[in-house]
């Protein structure tokens, strides 16, 4: 006990801000001395001292290896008088919700001593303060939170030292009590008995800074949750919206498969893969890029209504709106074309805004976004020339003047890159995909099917039954991101197999293109065109045996496919990035 009184001595000067800060976490309307009992000496503070604690920096590596080393030494007290500071359980019989829910009727001084009324919780103490004979903590659990009311009189033993003693912000803690509310009204537990559950070692952010610095948060994603709980909400409607998807395609007759993550050829879309080496079959193995394929098969072998809700994985770029995994559903159904797709698309976007909103209008960002049905359904085309005024219907196949219309309309523009990428493309379709993604895909705010893609940037969909040159595919899109991506499937496998070749040959030029501009630096490849691209052979072989005509949400070139649950999160959780969505996004590693 003495080594811990000379501990707290030598690191007091730079620990106290902490103390102060713990000790108001949650409640700032008296300014009253304050009892704080680190190990067994006694320090007081003064109001004055509490609010300067308030514009404090967070804590410092240094204060928090010296907090950490005194609670350690708490670890030890407490295993001394024969306790376990890492419980094996605690019998809950509530939880806080439930307690505000069932005593809201409670009037203020009331307090309830029947034995139904004994109740037990267990949860993380997010504050605390101590006025002599009576402590006062604020316990948090995944429902929300609610006071405990220590008061020495009616806690056995010598449990209101130990509490004031061994008990810090952080603690998980259970307590059992009866019911009481306050003078002022709070609903609390009136504690007859706790213990810790598990000792927290490391101090929690300053509750007026908070978890400030994005990076971290994203890193310790748990710690975030601790000290932003509005944080833990988005993955709770993250879970409703995964479970509203569920509901409305099993309710349509759609039965949920699994397909292989592990798989001989990355097929499905042209993205770079994740590449990993199978010990005892000797050979390279990839990460899924695409649920496509493998989902067809189950249509070859006499399913109609198939689903996955999976992980995909992309060897590619990271930011605000692209992880290299993430979380798509892709849907097909035998004997229906992308029409189908476009009134399903509704059907599982509405009723995941009405699961957690209760409503189909909704802020994203400050813009109002209405979900009510039916949904703008418009050409690329036309898009394209509402909003460029470059009418790609009049240059037929000629590359070359469809690139001179485009440079004289839209140059002024353009910077340096986007103009490369104009003058890269390699067919008129393609050319006009980029003037697309350019200009008209930031201002598709508002839910939006864009119809008919070129046939050279969808090698999967069935060619368009009136329109040579296009395919029957829609991609939607709402706050100008792209939520989902389908098709009517392409079924004839001797066409399939001659745009998959054509693919490769393209994907081949690119790489040529790349190793001759000397554009691969240091031994690092060029992340979009070095990887390799094959053929599926046996989904070739599948579609010989005949695949009926059918739609799907499915791949989309280039990072999602199928319908991006993780951008559909941020949409209805108002999050401006993936990472937000994410619980534990992957990152750059740390300097």
Same mark, same amino acid.
């Given at each position: 006990?003495?080594?811990?009184?000379?501990?707290?001595?030598?690191?007091?000067?730079?620990?106290?801000?902490?103390?102060?800060?713990?000790?108001?976490?949650?409640?700032?309307?008296?300014?009253?001395?304050?009892?704080?009992?680190?190990?067994?000496?006694?320090?007081?503070?003064?109001?004055?001292?509490?609010?300067?604690?308030?514009?404090?920096?967070?804590?410092?590596?240094?204060?928090?290896?010296?907090?950490?080393?005194?609670?350690?030494?708490?670890?030890?007290?407490?295993?001394?008088?024969?306790?376990?500071?890492?419980?094996?359980?605690?019998?809950?019989?509530?939880?806080?919700?439930? =307690?505000? &829910? +069932?005593? *809201?009727?409670?009037?203020?001084?009331?307090?309830?001593?029947?034995? #139904?009324?004994? @109740?037990?919780?267990?949860?993380?103490?997010?504050?605390?303060?101590?006025?002599?004979?009576?402590?006062?903590?604020?316990?948090?659990?995944?429902?929300?939170?609610?006071?405990?009311?220590?008061?020495?009189?009616?806690?056995?033993?010598?449990?209101?030292?130990?509490?004031?003693?061994?008990?810090?912000?952080?603690?998980?803690?259970?307590?059992?009590?009866?019911?009481?509310?306050?003078?002022?009204?709070?609903?609390?537990?009136?504690?007859?008995?706790?213990?810790?559950?598990?000792?927290?070692?490391?101090?929690?952010?300053?509750?007026?800074?908070? =978890?400030? &610095? +994005?990076? *971290?948060?994203?890193?310790?994603?748990?710690?975030?949750?601790?000290? #932003?709980?509005? @944080?833990?909400?988005?993955?709770?409607?993250?879970?409703?919206?995964?479970?509203?998807?569920?509901?409305?395609?099993?309710?349509?007759?759609?039965?949920?498969?699994?397909?292989?993550?592990?798989?001989?050829?990355?097929?499905?879309?042209?993205?770079?893969?994740?590449?990993?080496?199978?010990?005892?079959?000797?050979?390279?193995?990839?990460?899924?890029?695409?649920?496509?394929?493998?989902?067809?098969?189950?249509?070859?072998?006499?399913?109609?209504?198939?689903?996955?809700?999976?992980?995909?994985?992309?060897?590619?770029?990271?930011?605000?709106?692209?992880?290299?995994?993430?979380?798509?559903?892709?849907?097909y159904e035998a004997y229906s074309d992308y029409q189908s797709m476009m009134n399903l698309a509704e059907e599982i976007v509405t009723q995941c805004a009405l699961a957690v909103h209760g409503k189909l209008t909704i802020?994203?960002?400050?813009?109002?976004?209405?979900?009510?049905?039916?949904?703008?359904?418009?050409?690329?085309?036309?898009?394209?020339?509402?909003?460029?005024?470059?009418?790609?219907?009049?240059?037929?196949?000629?590359?070359?003047?469809?690139?001179?219309?485009?440079?004289?309309?839209?140059?002024?523009?353009?910077?340096?890159?986007?103009?490369?990428?104009?003058?890269?493309?390699?067919?008129?379709?393609?050319?006009?995909?980029?003037?697309?993604?350019?200009?008209?895909?930031?201002?598709?705010?508002?839910?939006?099917?864009?119809?008919?893609?070129?046939?050279?940037?969808?090698?999967?969909?069935?060619?368009?039954?009136?329109?040579?040159?296009?395919?029957?595919?829609?991609?939607?899109?709402?706050?100008?991101?792209?939520?989902?991506?389908?098709?009517?499937?392409?079924?004839?496998?001797?066409?399939?197999?001659?745009?998959?070749?054509?693919?490769?040959?393209?994907?081949?030029?690119?790489?040529?293109?790349?190793?001759?501009?000397?554009?691969?630096?240091?031994?690092?490849?060029?992340?979009?065109?070095?990887?390799?691209?094959?053929?599926?052979?046996?989904?070739?072989?599948?579609?010989?045996?005949?695949?009926?005509?059918?739609?799907?949400?499915?791949?989309?070139?280039?990072?999602?496919?199928?319908?991006?649950?993780?951008?559909?999160?941020?949409?209805?959780?108002?999050?401006?990035?993936?990472?937000?969505?994410?619980?534990?996004?992957?990152?750059?590693?740390q300097q």
């Amino acid at each position: 006990m003495v080594e811990a009184v000379k501990l707290l001595n030598l690191t007091w000067q730079p620990l106290k801000n902490h103390f102060f800060h713990c000790s108001t976490y949650a409640f700032r309307r008296k300014p009253r001395t304050l009892l704080i009992r680190a190990s067994s000496s006694t320090t007081a503070a003064s109001g004055r001292n509490r609010r300067s604690s308030a514009s404090s920096p967070a804590t410092s590596t240094s204060d928090r290896e010296a907090i950490r080393a005194i609670r350690l030494k708490k670890v030890e007290e407490i295993k001394s008088k024969g306790l376990n500071p890492y419980a094996y359980e605690w019998n809950k019989t509530h939880s806080a919700q439930q =307690l505000q &829910d +069932i005593y *809201k009727d409670l009037e203020n001084g009331e307090e309830t001593n029947s034995e #139904n009324d004994h @109740v037990s919780i267990a949860g993380r103490i997010i504050a605390r303060r101590a006025f002599g004979k009576l402590a006062f903590l604020t316990l948090r659990d995944d429902s929300g939170t609610i006071q405990l009311y220590c008061e020495k009189e009616r806690l056995v033993d010598d449990q209101f030292e130990q509490l004031k003693a061994h008990v810090d912000i952080g603690d998980i803690l259970g307590a059992k009590g009866t019911i009481k509310r306050t003078e002022k009204g709070e609903l609390s537990v009136c504690v007859l008995s706790f213990a810790i559950l598990t000792k927290s070692l490391l101090p929690l952010p300053d509750k007026y800074h908070g =978890l400030t &610095d +994005i990076d *971290k948060r994203y890193r310790q994603r748990y710690v975030d949750m601790i000290a #932003n709980p509005d @944080v833990a909400d988005v993955f709770r409607k993250r879970a409703k919206i995964v479970s509203g998807i569920r509901r409305t395609m099993d309710s349509l007759g759609y039965v949920e498969v699994e397909t292989p993550v592990l798989q001989g050829a990355a097929g499905g879309a042209e993205a770079r893969p994740f590449v990993t080496y199978h010990n005892s079959l000797g050979r390279d193995l990839y990460l899924r890029i695409a649920t496509e394929l493998h989902l067809k098969r189950m249509l070859v072998g006499g399913f109609e209504k198939v689903y996955e809700i999976g992980r995909i994985f992309r060897n590619e770029g990271i930011s605000t709106r692209h992880n290299p995994e993430f979380t798509t559903i892709e849907m097909y159904e035998a004997y229906s074309d992308y029409q189908s797709m476009m009134n399903l698309a509704e059907e599982i976007v509405t009723q995941c805004a009405l699961a957690v909103h209760g409503k189909l209008t909704i802020d994203y960002q400050g813009v109002e976004i209405c979900l009510e049905k039916p949904w703008r359904r418009e050409t690329m085309h036309n898009l394209v020339k509402e909003i460029s005024g470059i009418d790609f219907n009049e240059f037929g196949n000629d590359l070359e003047v469809a690139k001179q219309a485009t440079l004289s309309s839209v140059e002024n523009n353009l910077d340096s890159k986007d103009k490369a990428s104009i003058e890269a493309c390699q067919s008129v379709g393609h050319l006009l995909s980029e003037v697309f993604e350019l200009f008209v895909e930031p201002k598709l705010i508002q839910p939006t099917f864009v119809l008919d893609y070129p046939i050279e940037i969808s090698p999967l969909a069935k060619p368009h039954r009136r329109s040579t040159g296009l395919t029957e595919r829609f991609e939607l899109f709402i706050c100008g991101r792209e939520l989902g991506n389908a098709f009517s499937e392409l079924t004839d496998p001797i066409d399939q197999r001659r745009r998959l070749e054509d693919q490769v040959k393209q994907h081949e030029k690119k790489r040529a293109a790349v190793s001759a501009n000397g554009d691969k630096k240091e031994g690092i490849e060029n992340d979009d065109d070095s990887y390799e691209v094959t053929l599926d052979e046996d989904f070739l072989t599948a579609l010989e045996y005949g695949m009926p005509p059918a739609s799907g949400m499915l791949l989309r070139v280039y990072y999602f496919q199928g319908l991006g649950i993780d951008r559909l999160v941020m949409l209805l959780t108002n999050s401006p990035g993936i990472r937000d969505v994410i619980p534990f996004p992957v990152l750059k590693v740390q300097q």
